[in-house]
Every structure is written in structure tokens, then in C-alpha cells.
């Protein structure tokens, strides 16, 4: 074959690559697919995060603050650790976090063996853990799955405490 026929027949098909390659007639949906798959998949999983947290806020918050109020409204310190204990479990339960992953710890003040002493303060804090959505279990080995959460309540103990 001559050299000019095959320069020729190399232009041509370097044409008709160009034309084919500048028709992207329909492959705009399919771009807008992929990319809109790629940009969604993230998002939606950040929304799944941020409302798991955001929900293990609150139940340990609305939890301390409960218990904190019911532990300050009992006649003996028996009674009144035993209903925070249930406090925590029905407001945890609530929003759908098991009460036995929690953890309680109460602290009174000025005198920590008398918790309802008149005039004294309670304080409540409750500890959680908000696993997070979608994580295989056989990742804990390398990364957290849970995100540890924790509120304290404070409430003060009535002056009027058993007077009359």
C-alpha cells in the first residue's frame, strides 16, 4: 500500500474517532446517575450517623435529668437509687438504647454518705455508648463502633426535706 493512500486512511479513521468520540448523545443521564450515586451513598450514610447520635443525646440527657429528679423526690437513699435505676432504664428505653449498656454513678454533696441530707445536691451522671449504623460487629477489632456519651444532671435536695 502507498504511503499517501495509507496516511490517507489514517486520517479518515482519526476523523471518524473524533466524531464518535464528540457524539455523547445519552450518556449525560448516566453520568448524572453514577455521580449522583457516589455524592448520595456518603450523605445518607452521614445523615444515619448524625441522627443516631443525635437521638443517644438526648436519651442520655432526658436520663440523667430524670433520675436526678426522681433520686432528689425519695424518703431513703435505698428507695431513691433504685428508682433513678429505673428512671434511666424507661428514658433510655425510650429512645431505643438498651439501659443495661448504660452506666450510673451518683455523687452528693456536701456530705457524700448522706445523700438527702436538707439543703445538700445530687448529681447524676449517666454514661452510654451510640453504635453506630450499618458497622459490622468484626470491625470493632480495628475501629470503635460506638460513639461513648455522657450527661450529668444536678438537682438540689428540698430544705422542707422531711420537716412536718
Known amino acids: 500500500m502507498p504511503r499517501s493512500r ?3 486512511e489514517l ?3 482519526f476523523h471518524r474517532l473524533l466524531r464518535l468520540a ?3 448523545a445519552g450518556s449525560a443521564s448516566l453520568e448524572f446517575i453514577t455521580t449522583g450515586v457516589i455524592l448520595l451513598v456518603p450523605l445518607v450514610y452521614l445523615v444515619l450517623v448524625m441522627a443516631a447520635v443525635q437521638g443517644g443525646a438526648l436519651a442520655v440527657e432526658g436520663a440523667a435529668r430524670q433520675a436526678a429528679r426522681v433520686y432528689v423526690a425519695e424518703d431513703d437513699q435505698a428507695a431513691a437509687g433504685e428508682s433513678a435505676r429505673v428512671a434511666v432504664a424507661v428514658a433510655l428505653a425510650d429512645y431505643g438504647v438498651d439501659p443495661a449498656t448504660s452506666a450510673l454513678e451518683i455523687v ?3 456530705r457524700p454518705t448522706d445523700c438527702l441530707a436538707r439543703q445538700g445536691w445530687v448529681s447524676v451522671t449517666v454514661r452510654i455508648g451510640v453504635v453506630l449504623p450499618l458497622v459490622p460487629q468484626v470491625l470493632d477489632l480495628a475501629v ?3 460513639v461513648q456519651m ?3 444532671a444536678t438537682r438540689p435536695v428540698s430544705r ?3 420537716a412536718g
Open 150 to 152: 455522657e450527661a450529668t
Open 11 to 13: 486520517r479518515r479513521l
Open 22 to 24: 464528540a457524539d455523547d
Open 6 to 8: 495509507r496516511s490517507t
Open 108 to 110: 452528693c454533696r456536701p
Open 144 to 146: 470503635p463502633l460506638e
Open 160 to 162: 422542707f426535706r422531711g
